[in-house]
């Protein structure tokens, strides 16, 4: 059973370069966070104790050259609990240019 709301968020269409903020609410019993690992660089997280609030930013740069058309992304996050259980949330869009 997920500790969190929802563990994936899907953004749509999304024009690159422009950062997105995205807020994973948390459910009143969760366990508490030991440790908040994004799996990429592009995406940074402050997690609000007392709301269970985890807001990530993700920097939402440029889609590469070398992709024609739109690019398809999906982010992780790994939580990992004090009672060492974990679980994964997943952003996802699609990036226009």
Known sequence: MSHWK???MY???????S?????????EDMPKIKRITPYCGCT???YNEQTKELIIIYSNGPIPNQ???V??????VDI???????????IKA????
Do not use: C, W
């Open 6 to 8: 929802s563990t994936e």
């Open 11 to 17: 953004l749509g269409m999304i024009k690159a370069g």
């Open 19 to 27: 950062p997105k903020r995205i807020i994973f609410q948390g459910n």
């Open 44 to 46: 940074a997280s402050h």
């Open 67 to 69: 992709v024609q058309g």
């Open 71 to 76: 690019q398809s992304i999906s982010k992780k």
């Open 80 to 90: 990992l609990y004090e009672d060492d259980t974990t679980e994964v949330l997943t």
């Open 94 to 97: 699609t990036k226009i240019r």
